[in-house]
């Protein structure tokens, strides 16, 4: 069951790896004609709206270093994009055996319920964990095209490692989503709608003051580029936040599976 | 021995109706007809004893085992055919049919033999399987692992009669390995033609379970006769359980003395005159009315 999740998810996960890897390279590959052309950067940066470089996080970050352009830059790309990814990747796999109605099929056969869902979920554990093996790997090398500047590896993993966790809590959110509705495509609505939804209230939470309560509602707050690259390290709450986020959703999805009606 | 064995079964949907209070027992080795309209709750019966959906009150056993407790234990040896097949597109029938067989010991020739005997070439891609050739690749998976119950839910359906032929062969075959056989149709003749026992469900509740010789031994016909004008006719005789008179055409279900019906036609002019097997609403009918 494992081999045949994972082959029918194995196209979308080269997609996706290729096109984020490709957008990464992309963007670290023009650091260097950046950092030389800084003080026109800096002077274009000015004269942007200040809540918009407060939104992107830019007023705390160097975007002149090498580890402050990754954190602004390309830390935008693999959180946003790498969470669009695993929501819907979680959100069509449970869902999509009842919407195709080959749930009929895997439940007559010698399974349990929570077989099928740890199997699943086994499929978006490893592809999201290659994802980000990928960007990384895509990231060391743009680093080394971006020779003479120096990067803070120390960040570097911190920051993926956020990245890691904020995928896993999307991914268990839509997970939880997929088991409990009967169509893709509204499991896979409600959770792309989730990823941008709490992405916005980030960047709201960043520009205004009154609506910096919204932080706790984000995901994509708790994984906010600047403190990690700043302090070197994730707000311990933060990481304490999405594994409750995973462990509820994941626990729950379980419950629910198991006592669902499954009608086809 | 008792392979599976239903007690009160009962399961409510929110808006619909589900079954009621069914209780009944398949024996080991018997082809069991369940019957009744679309609708009746066959199909809610066979996924609460699949454990798709679960009862809302009573119970359940197959091979003894709890149908909720021991679900998987039970689907290791229940080869199951939907009544509507539905399976992943994107693979070849070789494919899903190997991965149908990864949950269980099967052998290879097993998987060949069956794909000979239906007629079905493997190695086209499921998406491009007429609606008939589906439900040969569901009949090969459900009888792939050599199952010692069968649940068949409308089977015939989308087969060819030449088709349906072989199907009941190796269905005939299967029963004289000792393969016990739950048979769901609301075809009438099929399941007269194959089944030992029937079951006779209708609005969610089980109206009857017979022999099929006990249903046929009822003989309970149906009668239709077109008098001529100006003929008047009664047909006072024991055993008309329904009669309906527009204008000069009469059609009953009787199941008295043939002799006797007989006997009454001969004295009338008569312009036409059919007497032929029930459908199945008449037998229902029959069965509303006792």
Excluded at chain 2, 14 to 26: A, H, L
Aim: proline share 2%; charged share 20%; glycine share 6%.
């Amino acid at each position: 069951m494992f081999k045949r999740e994972w082959k029918r998810n194995a196209k979308s996960l080269v997609i996706w790896s290729a096109v984020l890897g490709g957008l990464i390279l992309l963007t670290l590959s023009i650091f260097p004609q950046f950092a030389e052309q800084q003080k026109e950067v800096t002077k274009l940066l000015q004269s942007l709206p200040p809540a918009m470089i407060k939104a992107f996080g830019m007023d705390q970050l160097s975007i002149g270093d090498l580890t402050g352009y990754y954190g602004v830059r390309v830390y935008t790309m693999t959180t946003l994009l790498g969470s669009v990814y695993a929501a819907t990747l979680a959100a069509n796999i449970v869902a999509k055996e009842e919407n195709d109605k080959t749930i009929e099929f895997l439940l007559a056969k010698p399974v349990t319920r929570s077989e099928i869902l740890t199997k699943k979920w086994l499929v978006v554990t490893v592809n999201i964990l290659i994802l980000n093996a990928v960007s990384l790997l895509v990231s060391f090398i743009g680093f080394q095209m971006a020779k003479g500047y120096d990067v803070s590896l120390k960040a570097v993993y911190l920051l993926t490692m956020a990245t890691v966790f904020l995928h896993f809590t999307f991914a268990a959110v839509a997970f939880l989503l997929s088991t409990m509705m009967r169509k893709t495509r509204n499991a896979s609505s409600f959770a792309l709608g989730l990823v941008f939804v709490t992405y916005f209230m980030s960047m709201m939470s960043s520009i205004s003051d009154d609506l910096s309560f919204l932080k706790y509602v984000s995901p994509f707050k708790y994984v906010d580029a600047a403190p990690i690259i700043n302090e070197l390290q994730i707000d311990l709450l933060y990481m304490f936040l999405m594994i409750v986020i995973i462990s509820v959703s994941i626990v729950s999805a379980y419950v629910i599976y198991q006592k669902k009606d499954i009608v086809v | 021995m008792n392979i599976v064995h239903v007690n009160e079964l009962t399961k409510m949907y929110k808006n619909n109706r589900g079954i009621e209070q069914v209780t009944f027992s398949i024996e080991e080795g018997e082809i069991f007809g369940f019957i009744g309209p679309n609708g009746a709750g066959k199909s809610t019966t066979i996924r609460t004893l699949l454990n798709f959906i679960y009862p809302t009150s009573g119970s359940a056993t197959i091979f003894g085992k709890d149908i909720v407790k021991d679900a998987k234990e039970i689907r290791k040896h229940v080869g199951y055919l939907p009544s509507e097949v539905h399976y992943y597109d994107d693979m070849k029938v070789i494919e899903l049919l190997m991965y149908s067989a990864s949950f269980y010991k099967v052998s290879d020739r097993r998987l060949k033999q069956l794909a000979e005997r239906l007629d079905l070439d493997i190695h086209k891609k499921i998406e491009d399987l007429s609606f008939g050739n589906r439900k040969k690749v569901g009949i090969v998976q459900a009888l792939l692992h050599e199952p010692k119950l069968l649940i068949l839910d409308e089977p015939t359906g989308g087969l060819d009669p030449l088709m349906q032929h072989t199907f009941f062969e190796l269905l005939l075959e299967e029963r004289e390995k000792g393969v016990t056989i739950f048979f769901s149709s609301h075809i009438l003749s099929e399941v007269q033609k194959l089944c030992d026992r029937v079951a006779i469900i209708k609005e969610g509740k089980l109206i009857q379970v017979e022999t099929i010789e006990h249903l046929t031994k009822n003989q309970l016909k149906h009668v239709t006769v077109v008098l001529e004008e100006g003929q008047h006719a009664t047909f006072d005789l024991e055993g008309v359980v329904k009669k309906e008179v527009s204008g000069n055409e009469v059609m009953m279900l009787y199941r008295g003395d043939m002799n006797e019906l007989i006997a009454q036609l001969h004295n009338l002019r008569i312009k036409d005159v059919s007497i032929s097997e029930p459908s199945l609403e008449d037998v229902f009918m029959h069965y509303y009315e006792k």
